[in-house]
T-cell receptor, first 115, second 109 residues
């Protein structure tokens, strides 16, 4: 399978704990995006990377959230001191660089449940 | 905010064509129209995109009006597996996707 891969698929944790999600983009895709989706809503943009550089962050991304893409390949999204409101599906997408008109392709997400 | 308007829901008979409309009256010259769909518990699936010409691929056809203020996604022979939420998004290539509420398409046998 050469699609976007996300791990874990499901995460259940207690309020106040830290969690980390991983995203492996499609090979050679320079851009990597993170989105969050709550029940009944469309996905909302969180942040994106061009190679290892984080180029934009949404105001939804509070100080408790941090994303990295250290070698320009896989990315991690960490949430510290989780809150009930963090319960959502976290989606990752990747696309080639701006030289191409290919679209973003999504993984199947990590569903986070906060107890 | 999303720059598109879609009907909240539509029904289609299995085997018939599904025509999903989208209004994007404020689209600018360098913005593309993208269509995605999302089946429950899965990530959004890319369907098709275009700038101003009509486009067709193995999944669907995209018809964009000459003034580019609206478009229609056509699934030529809908099946039960096409039941999903369909999102129409206008975006300058390379930027973030801004999803609206989408259209819930129900394909019925």
């Amino acid at each position: 399978d050469t699609g976007v891969s996300q791990d874990p698929r499901h995460k259940i944790t207690k309020r106040g704990q830290n969690v980390t999600f991983r995203c492996d983009p499609i090979s050679e895709h320079n851009r990597l995006y993170w989105y969050r989706q709550t029940l009944g809503q469309g996905p909302e943009f969180l942040t994106y990377f061009q190679n290892e550089a984080q180029l934009e962050k949404s105001r939804l991304l509070s100080d408790r959230f941090s994303a990295e893409r250290p070698k320009g390949s896989f990315s991690t999204l960490e949430i510290q001191r989780t809150e009930q409101g963090d319960s959502a599906m976290y989606l990752c997408a990747s696309s080639p660089g701006t030289a191409s008109h290919q679209p973003q392709h999504f993984g199947d997400g990590t569903r986070l449940s906060i107890l | 905010d999303a720059k598109t308007t879609q009907p909240p829901s539509m029904d289609c008979a299995e085997g018939r064509a599904a025509n999903l409309p989208c209004n994007h009256s404020t689209i600018s010259g360098n913005e593309y129209v993208y269509w995605y769909r999302q089946i429950h518990s899965q990530g959004p699936q890319y369907i098709i995109h275009g700038l101003k010409n009509n486009e067709t691929n193995e999944m669907a056809s995209l018809i964009i009006t000459e003034d580019r203020k609206s478009s229609t996604l056509i699934l030529p022979h809908a099946t039960l597996r096409d039941t999903a939420v369909y999102y129409c998004i206008v975006m300058e290539y390379g930027n973030k996707l801004v999803f609206g509420a989408g259209t819930i398409l129900r394909v019925k046998s």
